[in-house]
């Protein structure tokens, strides 16, 4: 099948090459030259494990192929997929931006031809796609084509397995010769028995809302668990995986930490709030959800300096980790972006070091006055303090000898659990967690004087 993918952001892009992996032809189109022409230089615009070799081998079996033209891909396409951006809307309450769906949808109208199924596969609040066949029914009168929404559920950094490995396919279609189109294009996922539910639009639409804003629930649920355990004494990662073994919770998205980030979350969290309030049935608990992530990121800023005594007036933290998960060099909604600069307004100077991120960090305006270091070690030289904000493998075992003979003062505030309190103690460092006690080295005994002699 041949098929034209409008947009190569995160999602276009990963699920453009996924699609030329499974035999079909896929054009990605962008607006953007610069992008295009990296990537026919075989440069990736985003980090994400393995997709610059899925690219390059699917361009080499000429199944994969980028341009800035829509008109051609779009006239010779089967199925043509809009994956462009639906950021949240600069002035509004929330609302998801439609522009780059909508203009996209006039833009495919003006080129189709022959039976042609334009997908959304950009996450879109409910009712977008009739919005989308309006608009191109308005346009071409005469064009043979259905719309369906495919929503995309894949993870940064895991997007490739997501893709060739999903837990579902949604699909929203409402002809049997638009499934039947969808069918084929997901063929290889049938034969692996991956379950593929066929919906109406607003179903499939609405399926990618609930399942983010359920997985950002169940974050932060586990958050405010993790803030009780520090006032009692309680363990979340032991409660977490208490509760996780029932199969009816499950035991992922039970990691407590510094709130949730990322393109999509924090995005479709609002947008689903904004849809309730306009169909007037208000989601009071992903309201709350969004409230209590977004304080919690402020609340983080809080306790770095309560471990640092107090205050951070003149000292420097050392911050390992700057995107809002590892495996990505994506900086969107991080943490960091609210923690840092809160530790500067009182006063605290920050270096910092992010495996991945440290290109799209710099970017910033949040982190100006930022020290930005060339590894974990060099980030720690002199500093009051060491914050691990994001859990890359690389920051999971560092010589905590060396940290602690770099640092000025052997304090660690570990938001992701990724060491066990008693290593980080016995190597002299007063460490403080996410829903554990915050511990520090047992006081060496003072020396005795018996006097005499
Ligand atoms: C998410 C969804 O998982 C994916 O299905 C959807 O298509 C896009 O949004 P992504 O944003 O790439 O994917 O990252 P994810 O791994 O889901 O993490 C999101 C945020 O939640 C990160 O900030 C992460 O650190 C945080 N998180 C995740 C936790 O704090 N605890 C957890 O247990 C899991």
Redesign the pocket.
């Known amino acids: 099948m041949r098929i034209a993918m409008i947009g190569t952001g995160y ?1 276009g892009l990963v699920a453009g090459a996924c699609f030329s992996e499974f035999g079909h032809h896929v054009t990605c189109v962008d607006k953007d030259e610069r992008k295009i022409a990296a990537l026919h230089a075989g440069k990736m615009p985003i980090y994400e494990p393995g997709l610059d070799d899925l690219v390059g081998n699917n361009v080499r079996g000429g199944r994969l192929d980028f341009t800035t033209d829509l008109a051609g891909p779009v006239k010779d396409a089967d199925a043509v997929f809009i994956a462009v951006g639906t950021p949240t809307a600069r002035h509004g309450e929330g609302h998801a931006d439609l522009t780059y769906v909508f203009a996209a949808a006039e833009e495919v109208a003006a080129s189709l031809s022959g039976y042609t199924v334009v997908v959304t596969k950009s ?1 879109v609040p409910v009712g977008t796609g009739r919005k989308v066949h309006k608009i191109i029914s308005e346009k071409a009168p005469g064009a043979d084509f259905d719309v369906a929404s495919n ?9 490739i397995n ?1 893709f060739m490995r999903p837990d579902r396919v949604v699909v929203g279609a409402e002809s049997d010769r638009c499934r039947a189109v969808l069918r084929d294009l997901y063929r290889p996922l049938f034969l692996n028995e991956t379950p593929i539910l066929m919906t109406s639009l607003e179903t499939a639409e609405l399926t ?1 809302y609930a ?2 804003a359920f ?2 629930t ?2 932060t649920f ?2 405010e668990i993790a803030d009780l355990c520090e006032a009692t004494g309680a363990d979340v990662q032991e409660v977490a995986r208490g509760i996780g073994l029932d199969g009816r919770i499950g035991k ?14 924090p995005k ?1 969290t609002l947008a689903l709030v904004h849809q309730g309030r306009e169909h007037d049935t208000p989601l009071r608990i992903v309201e709350t959800v969004v409230a209590v992530n977004d304080d919690r990121k402020v609340r983080m800023a809080e306790r770095i300096v309560h471990a640092c005594g107090g205050s951070v007036q003149g000292k420097t933290i050392a911050v390992l980790g700057l995107t ?2 590892p495996n ?1 060099d ?1 900086m969107r ?3 960091s972006l609210v923690i840092v600069p809160a530790l500067q307004k009182v006063g605290a100077r920050i270096r910092a070091f992010d495996p991945e991120g440290m290109s799209e960090a710099k970017k910033h305006a949040e982190l100006d006055g930022v020290a930005f270091c060339n590894n974990a070690y060099e980030t720690m030289e002199g500093a009051d303090a060491l914050v691990i904000l ?2 890359w493998n690389e920051f999971r075992s560092l010589d905590l000898e060396r940290a602690r003979s770099l640092l000025r003062d052997p304090v660690m505030v570990d938001l ?1 659990n990724i060491y066990r309190p008693e290593e980080v103690v016995a190597a002299g460092f007063s460490y403080t967690s996410v829903g554990r006690r915050a511990v520090a080295p047992p006081k060496r005994p003072r020396s005795v004087s018996l006097g005499g002699r």
């Open positions: 999602v996450t929503p995309e559920f894949l993870r940064e950094g895991a997007a997501d990618k399942a983010n997985l950002a169940k974050i586990i958050n992922k998205f039970l990691h407590a930490g510094p709130g949730y980030g990322g393109s999509c979350f479709d809002f998960k990505t994506d909604e991080a943490p994001t859990e992701r």
